[in-house]
């Protein structure tokens, strides 16, 4: 997201030799709204990440953009914090993390696991909700289910994002087990609910549009792959 939509680094002008700020600052922007000390230590997080490739002889491009965050920190703590870290922020960010595993990792995929033959478009039912400030909406052009896999997809690499961030800011402490626990789930889910360019390969998008193409019933049918969905849903009633 651009710099100037709420004063945040822009996420999209990283250099490519720092692969792990982007997702980092993109989950910066997505909850600055409400949470901006979480976003703020996103970014001192980002600075890190870009500390550790820049003290390898790093490209020009990389240092440039380390320096841009380091004076960001310095000049736009909203919370009054000076740049500096508090003694409070370490278990602040843990109990976020674990907040937004609950209602986004958890919430997505248990409603994927009880409506796994739901069939319908638009909002759908949807239990606890992702709150809009996570960046999660939902579509009214995929299917209940197709949307709410893609909403998954989404909120996993968010949460691997928000994980780095509290490894940072709890270097010198053990985590709590509940924090591994989550971890280690949203690894799981991450191999199987992953980005596409045009078609998802989830076993939960199998009502996805471009998946009830005949062309792609054919390439399915030809690979072997079961189709799970009712195919007299109406591709032409579908709005763009």
């Not at 922007?29 to 979480?38: C, L």
């Not at 602040?92 to 907040?99: A, K, R, T, V």
């Not at 909700?129 to 009214?140: E, F, I």
């Not at 199987?192 to 009502?207: A, E, K, L, V």
Request: proline content about 10%.
């Amino acid at each position: 997201m651009p710099a100037e939509a709420n004063n945040l680094p822009d996420s999209e002008a990283v250099p490519s030799s720092l692969p792990e700020v982007s997702p980092i600052l993109r989950v910066a922007h997505k909850i600055h709204p409400t949470h901006p000390r979480i976003a703020y230590l996103c970014v001192l997080a980002a600075l890190e990440e870009s500390q550790i490739v820049c003290s390898f002889n790093p490209p020009i491009d990389a240092f440039k953009f380390k320096n841009s965050l380091w004076y960001w920190t310095k000049t736009n703590d909203e919370t009054h914090g000076d740049g500096k870290v508090r003694p409070s922020d370490g278990r602040d960010m843990q109990n976020f993390y674990l907040e937004y595993y609950e209602k986004n990792i958890q919430a997505l995929f248990k409603f994927l696991e009880d409506n796994r033959y739901f069939e319908g478009y638009g909002p759908g039912p949807m239990p606890l909700w992702p709150t809009p400030t996570d960046g999660l909406q939902p579509s009214r052009t995929l299917s209940v289910r197709a949307d709410r896999a893609l909403l998954l997809t989404n909120a996993c690499r968010a949460a691997l994002a928000l994980y780095k961030v509290v490894e940072h800011l709890s270097k010198d402490v053990q985590l709590p087990p509940q924090i591994l626990e989550a971890h280690s789930e949203v690894k799981r889910l991450a191999q199987i609910f992953r980005p596409y360019n045009h078609i998802p390969n989830d076993p939960y998008s199998d009502d996805h549009p471009m998946r009830r193409l005949p062309a792609m019933r054919a390439v399915e049918a030809a690979l072997g792959v079961k189709a799970t969905t009712n195919p007299k849903i109406n591709l032409l009633a579908i709005s763009p």
